[in-house]
């Protein structure tokens, strides 16, 4: 195939509506990171395993390593930064902070979207329940106790919240 | 010379318009990419070489080969042996042989694959045991000795002899190598690299680009992860960088693909580890003869000091009053082995535990027993074999404390009672001790250099040697100078490691950070702190003894100033706010020669429960249960340190239990991408894991605050784990049989060994 061959692609990243002439064989995370700057959502594996380039393509997580840029057209795209703009991953954010959940924080993005799921979907405080939900990223240096422990405290939050 | 007309420092460039404005270097932002091309065997020759399909390939804008290298194209760390690009000897698979400059990351490594190259192959060595038999060595093997060993072993009461292997590691660190180089103007360059070790790429940028090195700036923020694989391993993707943005006077980024990273650069040592050992009736040992062989793959690189450094752990934290230690360092036609976390003392230190297991084994003991027999203790039984004493006050209470929270005994009673009833699913549980000695065995790399600005505003900038790779070494110095100087944590800015700003760095390694650089801060505050203690004093007319530095600012009696106050009015009187620390680590010295000394500052120490439950039928084992307890002296940053400890286990857990490197015939990696190479996911942690930092234990050594190292440590208390899953192993037969484990224990690994059992 012709590496050159591009396609006009249109969606909303972030909130904001992009129209865009991407070569067909270009990766949603490439795309975002390349064309858009956005370089919050990483490149870890690119073989679709670490989970470090999760971003949120019409409301469903997704490796956008694993995305044409191409099949994303016509979709909502959301990524960390649009996360952490609109407020919608505050309490994680700072749970994540708190508890120490990051050391290199190449994982991060990844894995505040993939929690950021879990409690959107109704996660509970529950070890085991959010244990299996994250159990597709992947972080190097936390060992994971911390990041269970933050997410487990924001979903407690939520719980408390919900029952008032 | 003073008093010479010398021209316009930049002269030059004004009338060729190479001078840089703001305005021009956002052209030179714009990067190109490159791919680099490796070789198809693993030993031989290139016999051609034709690369015209390359160059011609769309969107490429340069290729490079060794003829193409200006300066020296050896780029080995310590020793020569590691070639930017190859001319024509092939010393292991996917070897790099030239570059590829293309306008994207897409085209540049399509490029790469257009190659026609041909080779004559020759037979690989792949495997320690081959280049053993052939004494094929990138360094000469070494030996430290004590005391009459064969005496020792012919008169023990009980003797033992074994061999087992232990598997490398690759890093896996979650951003693989990457560089971005910028041209500057008189042929200069500036690299934004992901390194422990911005110092060694500069030195080598220089040497490879036949430059001065003060025409070569590296800077590193951040790493996505190092783990060791960034301290010598970043310097290729440095070099060549640089040398495409020299050649092109474009920016220039060289980011290895994962499977790229895997292939091409070095990971853990594996070894192969053999005891011979005599104790006494109660399991004490008498004497041992270790042989520690590693696989150091095809060249020397930081090899003589991983395999020294398995060899100073080979006692961990026992006594052995005769011992003999060989190190080899064995050559393969694998990718050259490099630093990672522990940097050869885990392979060193799993050699004790397993020969601890083995004894009590023998003897039918609680292991636990057995490792406290032979605990290094006071009066005459507290001195290494290299000579160092041992500081024998902390292991019993770590022992003690872990002992009794995690509840070993009786959890340990409770599983050789279920393993009794339980024909397909059996328990295990181990304790083991880490002892880890710290500072660079290579005794110059023990300094460091920091730099302290105060501006008027009261604000702090901060600048050291050390890089950060979020082992939380930025925060843990802001804390030391916020500390000493009586500011807010938020009043330190720290900026990336720069080698135009300390030069001359160590490399952020050998868990020293934190000591070496903290303490390098703290003498630069001390000289900031005394200058502006001696103008508050005369502003406010007392004593310098009469002041008291807070947050708010200086004080003595009713007299007060804020910090900008006192920053300002320290300026106005004409003071330097801005102060160099430098520090060595003091009273370290080791004879090589004669295997004595005292390598080590102090040692670092800690202890892990792990209880593992294992299914016989298939291999899958689990760890259910850890508990560690671990000495970190007095913490500077309990949360950052809790995280070094929880994340070494885990990372110590997958090296020892999934993560298995696998090549076939021919010498090409098979296990060269996540799919292939199994990190820990969560699943793989233990669901109860119960961290403990030693309390009131402040460093007897004079560290900074009294704290004490923690990035490497932490890895080794997952040697619990390992010996957990032999403990489970073991009740396939009643404990009739010493199952011989190697590591990774893989479930096949596993298989074999409980087939091994039955005798199949
Ligand atoms: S980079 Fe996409 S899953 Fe790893
Ligand atoms: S914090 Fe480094 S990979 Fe997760």
Redesign the interface.
């Known amino acids: 195939m012709n590496?050159?061959q591009q396609v006009d692609i249109e969606l909303i990243v972030n909130h904001e509506k992009i129209n865009c002439r991407v070569?067909v064989?270009?990766n949603l995370v490439?795309f975002l990171r390349n064309e858009l700057g956005l370089t919050g959502s990483?490149v870890?594996?690119?073989?679709g395993?670490?989970g470090?380039c999760t971003v949120e393509v019409d409301g469903t997580m997704v490796r956008g390593c694993l995305m044409l840029a191409a099949q994303a057209d016509g979709s909502t795209v959301n990524t960390i930064e649009g996360f952490a703009e609109s407020g919608r991953a505050g309490h994680l954010q700072q749970a994540f902070a708190t508890?120490?959940a990051?050391?290199?924080?190449?994982?991060t993005p990844g894995m505040l979207a993939s929690a950021l799921e879990y409690l959107e979907q109704g996660g509970v405080a529950d070890?085991?329940a959010i244990?299996?939900h994250?159990?597709?990223?992947?972080?190097?240096?936390?060992?994971?106790?911390?990041?269970?422990d933050a997410i487990e405290e924001v979903a407690g939050q939520t719980e408390t919240t919900d029952g008032q | 010379m003073i008093g010479e007309s010398a021209a316009h420092d930049s002269a030059h460039k004004h009338v060729n318009g190479e001078a840089q404005y703001v305005d021009d270097l956002a052209a030179l932002y714009q990067p190109l990419y490159v791919a680099i091309g490796g070789s198809a065997i693993a030993c031989g020759e290139i016999t051609s070489i034709d690369l015209d399909a390359v160059r011609a390939a769309e969107g490429v804008v340069d290729v490079v080969t060794v003829a193409d290298i200006p300066g020296h194209s050896d780029i080995g760390p310590v020793f020569p042996g590691d070639p930017l690009l190859v001319e024509r000897i092939i010393e292991f698979h996917s070897q790099a042989v030239f570059a590829v400059l293309a306008r994207s990351q897409q085209q540049a490594r399509a490029a790469v694959t257009l190659a026609k190259i041909e080779y004559r192959e020759d037979e690989p060595v792949l495997d320690i045991g081959t280049a053993m038999e052939r004494e094929s060595y990138v360094r000469p093997p070494y030996k430290i000795a004590r005391g009459e060993v064969q005496t020792a072993l012919d008169s023990a009461a009980v003797r033992l002899d074994s061999k087992f292997s232990v598997g490398g590691q690759e890093h896996f660190y979650l951003e693989g190598q990457v560089a971005l180089a910028v041209p500057g103007e008189d042929g200069s360059v500036t690299l934004h690299s992901s390194n422990q070790n911005p110092t060694e790429a500069q030195k080598l940028v220089a040497d490879v680009l036949a430059l001065p090195m003060n025409a070569v700036v590296v800077e590193t923020r951040r790493m996505g992860g190092g783990f060791g694989g960034k301290e010598t391993q970043a310097s290729a993707c440095c070099c060549l960088a640089a040398l495409f943005a020299i050649r092109n006077r474009k920016a220039v980024i060289c980011r290895l693909s994962r499977a790229d990273d895997m292939r091409m650069t070095g990971k853990r040592h594996g070894f192969l580890n053999r005891y011979e050992a005599g104790c006494d009736e109660q399991g004490r040992l008498t004497g041992v003869r270790y042989v520690l062989a590693g696989q150091c793959g095809n060249s020397p690189d930081l090899s003589d000091a991983i395999v020294d450094r398995a060899m100073l752990h080979c006692d961990n934290a026992y006594y052995i009053p005769a011992i003999e230690v060989t190190g080899l360092r064995c050559k393969t036609n694998t990718v050259s082995n490099t630093a990672f976390r522990g940097f050869g003392g885990p392979q060193g230190l799993i050699a004790a535990e397993a020969l601890m297991d083995e004894i009590a084994f023998k003897l039918k003991q609680d292991p636990l027993d057995v490792r406290m027999q032979n605990f290094y203790t006071a009066g005459g039984r507290d001195v290494t074999p290299y000579r160092q004493t041992v500081e024998t006050a902390t292991m019993p209470i770590i022992v003690e404390q872990l002992e009794a929270g995690s509840d070993y005994r009786q959890r340990r009673a409770d599983i050789r009672r279920f393993n009794e009833t339980s024909t397909y699913k059996k328990r295990g549980i181990a304790f083991t001790p880490v002892k880890f000695g710290i500072s660079f065995t290579a005794i110059h790399l023990n300094q460091a250099g920091a730099i302290v600005h105060l501006y008027t505003d009261g604000s702090v900038h901060l600048n050291h040697g050390g890089t950060e790779m979020g082992q939380g070494l930025f925060i843990k110095v802001a804390q030391i100078v916020a500390a000493e100087l009586g500011v807010s944590v938020d009043a330190v800015r720290v900026s990336a490691t720069r080698t135009d700003k300390v030069p001359n760095t160590s490399p952020t390694a050998a868990s020293s950070g934190t000591d070496l650089n903290g303490m390098a801060a703290l003498a630069a505050c001390k000289v900031l702190k005394q200058r502006l203690a001696a103008h508050a004093s005369g502003v406010f007319g007392c004593d310098v003894d009469a002041l008291a530095f807070d947050t708010d600012g200086v004080r003595a009696g009713q007299h007060a100033m804020s910090w900008p106050e006192l920053a300002n009015s320290a300026w106005m009187a004409r003071v330097s706010l801005s102060a160099n620390g430098y520090y060595k680590t003091p009273d370290i010295h080791f004879d090589r020669e004669a295997g004595s000394g005292r390598p080590f500052y102090y040692f670092a120490n800690g202890a892990a429960v792990s209880e593992v439950l294992l299914d016989t039928l298939t291999g899958e084992c689990s760890v259910v249960r850890a508990d560690i307890v671990h000495d970190v002296g007095q913490s500077i940053n309990p949360a950052v340190d809790i995280g070094q400890i929880e994340g070494g286990y885990i990372q110590g857990l997958g090296w020892l239990t999934t993560e298995e490197l696998v090549w076939d015939a021919r010498g090409r990696l098979l296990s060269d991408g996540p799919a292939t190479y199994k990190i820990p996911a969560i699943g793989d942690t233990p669901p109860v894991f119960n961290v403990q930092l030693l309390e009131n234990s402040p460093n007897a050594e004079a560290t900074v605050f009294r704290s004490k190292a923690v990035g490497e440590p932490p890895l080794m208390l997952a040697t619990s784990a390992w010996c957990a899953i032999r403990d489970a192993i073991a009740a396939v037969d009643n404990y009739q049989t010493f199952p011989r484990l190697n590591a990774p224990a893989t479930a096949e690994e596993i298989l074999r060994c409980i087939d091994d059992l039955r005798g199949i």
């Open positions: 590496h050159a070569p064989r270009v490439d990483h870890g594996c690119e073989q395993v670490c470090a508890h120490n990051l050391q290199c924080g190449f994982c070890r085991a244990r299996q994250i159990s597709g990223n992947y972080c190097r240096c936390t060992g994971y106790q911390a990041i269970v």
